[in-house]
């Protein structure tokens, strides 16, 4: 044991001095800063955002002079009610005084709008709701010609009501911060595994393995780098959850970050379950990457040989991932119970409301017996190929390397 601590303070103290460690970390956390001020700088320059300014001709009267009424609706448009030649509007718009000119014509009892603009731009954008207003203002002044009473109003202004009532219980819960907590757990995971693959190849080609193993046994070295890079990306992890939480806080508004980030449903019990299924997640991949970095002795050769654990990690990911949008499908159940996308997916079924303390159980048992295999498999071929300096090992020689004593 005193050992496994030996090896795990000097994987914590390797991970946090090494620049790209330092450097990554800044960016991410400048960019959660950033992130959350995204909304006011869209704000801002909403705010001095450039009207259209558009001339609106009716000269058969089809709207009865009431569309002045337009100027006092909260439309994002600079409106000019005048009644002007066609050659004298087209003069504007080419000389770009005006934006476009909207002509209301009456033929024959059929309205027409004819929007005309200088050209058919790539930026060009049709006043749709303008066009929506108008066509609400032409029915609200012939449902007035009626003489309709105000029952008769109200029956022809009424709406359909439209609800969804599911069969199954409801998940509550708000799956945008699913989505974001999945993100930056997959993140956390992938990125540091991924470094204890790192970590050992550039140890293999300093030559500091060859000290390591003669101070204690292969398993402690993996077991302790292992816990060491993985307290490393949990501290990291934490730090970034905070300084998001903060800056949501800060930056965004209380009604916007109500509605959109809704943590309601998180309490101790969830983030308990975060941190187990991040904790398991990691072993998982950790001890898989750490494989594949025993078997090659070239850091260039590390991207090519953790490309088959790479695309495990993007299945479980992505299993877990798009059947959120459905957490009461059974694809959503095999991906919380399946040991490579079950971390990704547990926890926010537990947030969601829609996991059984039998799931979570189940879920458990099969993911620390994975790491418990998984462990054996990485901590035998660790043992037999770490000293190996030359090429990188084929398949048939990690078998081989298994199976021998």
């Known amino acids: 044991m005193k050992d496994i601590i030996t090896v795990t303070k000097f994987a914590i103290n390797d991970m946090i001095k090494r620049k790209s460690f330092i ?4 960016i991410i956390l400048i960019l959660i800063v950033v992130g959350f001020n995204i909304p006011n700088l869209i704000n801002s320059l909403d705010s001095e955002s450039y009207k259209q300014n558009i001339t609106i001709v009716d000269k058969d009267n089809v709207f009865e002079n009431n569309l002045e009424l337009l100027k ?7 409106l000019n009610i005048e009644n002007k030649d066609l050659d004298e509007l087209k003069e504007e718009i080419s000389s770009k005084k005006i934006d476009g000119a909207l002509i209301v014509e009456n033929n024959n009892g059929n309205i027409n709008l004819n929007y005309i603009i200088l050209d058919m731009s790539l930026f060009y954008e049709a006043p749709e709701d303008l066009v929506e207003t108008l066509n609400t203002l032409y029915h609200n002044i012939q449902l ?5 009473t105000e029952e008769e109003l109200a029956l022809i202004s009424t709406n359909l009501n439209f609800t969804v009532e599911p069969i199954k219980d409801e998940a509550s819960g708000n799956i945008l911060v699913v989505m974001m907590l999945s993100v930056v757990l997959f993140m956390a995971i992938y990125f540091c595994a991924y470094q204890v693959s790192s970590s050992i190849t550039i140890e293999k080609t300093s030559k500091i393995i060859e000290t390591l193993v003669t101070s204690t046994s292969p398993r402690n070295i993996i077991v302790g780098k292992t816990l060491g890079i993985g307290l490393v990306g949990l501290a990291q992890m934490l730090i970034v959850v905070i300084t998001a939480i903060i800056s949501a806080n800060l930056f965004l508004d209380k009604e916007l970050l109500s509605l959109i980030l809704d943590v309601s449903n998180f309490n101790l019990f969830l983030l308990i379950m975060i941190i187990i299924y991040f904790i398991s997640g990691y072993f998982i991949y950790a001890l898989l990457y750490a494989l594949t970095g025993s078997t090659v002795s070239k850091p260039e050769d ?3 040989a953790n490309i088959p654990i790479s695309i495990l990690v993007i299945i479980g990911f992505y299993l877990s991932y798009l059947t959120m949008m459905n957490p009461n499908s059974n694809l959503n159940f095999f991906a919380a119970i399946f040991p490579l996308s079950s971390p990704f997916c547990m926890p926010f079924r537990v947030m969601m409301g829609v996991a059984s303390v039998k799931e979570i159980i189940l879920s458990l048992v099969i993911i620390v017996i994975t790491i418990i295999l998984i462990a054996k498999v990485a901590i035998k071929i660790y043992s037999n190929a770490i000293l190996n300096y030359g090429t990188k090992l084929s398949i048939k020689e990690l078998i081989n390397m298994y199976k021998s004593k």
Do not use: A, F, M, P
Request: net charge negative.
């Open 23 to 26: 450097i990554s970390t800044i």
């Open 144 to 148: 007035n010609k009626l003489s309709l």
């Open 72 to 78: 006092d609706l909260e439309l994002n448009y600079n």
């Open 302 to 304: 590390i991207q090519s």
